[in-house]
């Protein structure tokens, strides 16, 4: 069973950063993209970035310029660089690992909160 946790959420205002982290047991059939998600409470799941293993990224358009997501091959990690944030950034952010075969591995999500 691959194990994803996340990690980094808290509280923070108006014009803050933080910092998510996520760290993944690894899976049998190597890992290919890793990607970070949000939900807001009542809301659907939406894609905010999402990094090739060969590092290329892509960004919702409300994170392009203010978001930057890393990953560290080495350490089966993938960090997501937040600034600028805004309160409609509040939400619950998931991490999802990717293998080489399509499946999709999910954490539990951590809260993002941002106040004005």
């Known amino acids: 069973q691959v194990q994803v946790r996340e990690s980094g959420g808290g509280s923070v205002q108006f014009g803050g950063s933080l910092r998510l982290s996520c760290t993944n047991s690894?899976?049998?059939?190597?890992?290919?993209?890793m990607s970070w998600y949000r939900q807001t409470s009542g809301g659907q799941r939406e894609l905010v970035a999402t990094?090739?293993?060969?590092?290329?990224?892509e960004y919702s358009d409300s994170a392009k310029g203010r978001f930057t997501i890393s990953r560290d091959n080495r350490k089966n990690t993938v960090s997501l660089q937040m600034d600028s944030l805004k309160p409609e950034d509040t939400a619950v952010y998931y991490c999802k690992v990717s293998d080489l075969l399509g499946g999709d591995y999910w954490g539990h999500g951590t809260q993002v909160t941002v106040s004005t």
């Open positions: 690894g899976t049998l059939f190597g890992i290919g993209p």
């Open positions: 990094i090739t293993s060969s590092g290329s990224a």
